[in-house]
């Protein structure tokens, strides 16, 4: 059930590939709740997913970029801002790609050119985009911007391979930038640690039914799904969370903060 709780705000959504990603259902919750929108992905992922009827479903432009590319997000940030009639309220990042993972190369036998290409694009890319943001003065006061992470980025998930690298920095960046943004123009800063979920990237990792079911009998309230993490993301869009910044905060139905869970000592036993 909508609840008008962004009614009159403008945002852009990185990352919506097809209906199985937390993006795609963030930008159906956010156009529910009363928001205008531009959908944007790297032009490969235009090609391979389904953005443009999701584009056509919530009357959103499509704006290819490349979000490692400054010029791309310039033009993006531009012709959003004059699409939707104004400075936008709220940013989603939802970006992350790894070569070493999907040529299933061991974490200790990287190739250290893919991987730097990991960090430009799953985490270097989140700071371009908010350094775009603020020197085209593209938000409104009290606008929330989000980072999708994992609890790899401070835990050892080995078969996470280079992504746990990324998204440390991830987090360290949106901590960083979350200060400036918000000293300048009270515009707040934040990653989302989710749980393991059920998306074309996410199930593209070694091992990760292991992760999903370990992770789902670990959590006292199992795990949080695709469409729990975007009511979340809505809350932070939101005027409800005015004043939380710069803050990596766990939707994993409390994993993050289990020690060991009973019924998994039951297990091994």
Sequence with gaps: MAHNLLQGKRGIIFG???DQSIAWKVA???VAEGAKITLTNAPVALRFGKIQALGEQLDAEVIPADATNMEDLD???DQSVEKLGGKLDFVLHSIGMSLNVRK???YT???HDWMLKTLDISALSFHK???SLLKKDAMNEWGSILALSYIAAQRVFPDYNEMAEAKALLESIAR???YHFGDRKKVRVNTISQSPTWTTAGSGVKGFKQFFDYAEEMSPL???TAEECDDYCVFLFSDLSRKITMQNLFHDGGYSAMGINPAVMDDVE
């Design 75 to 77: 033009q993006l940030i």
């Design 222 to 224: 199992g795990n949080a």
């Design 16 to 18: 919506a590939l097809d």
């Design 109 to 111: 036998n990287l190739k």
């Design 176 to 178: 960083s930038f979350g």
């Design 129 to 131: 985009l908010m350094q």
């Design 104 to 106: 299933k190369r061991e």
């Design 28 to 30: 159906e919750h956010c």
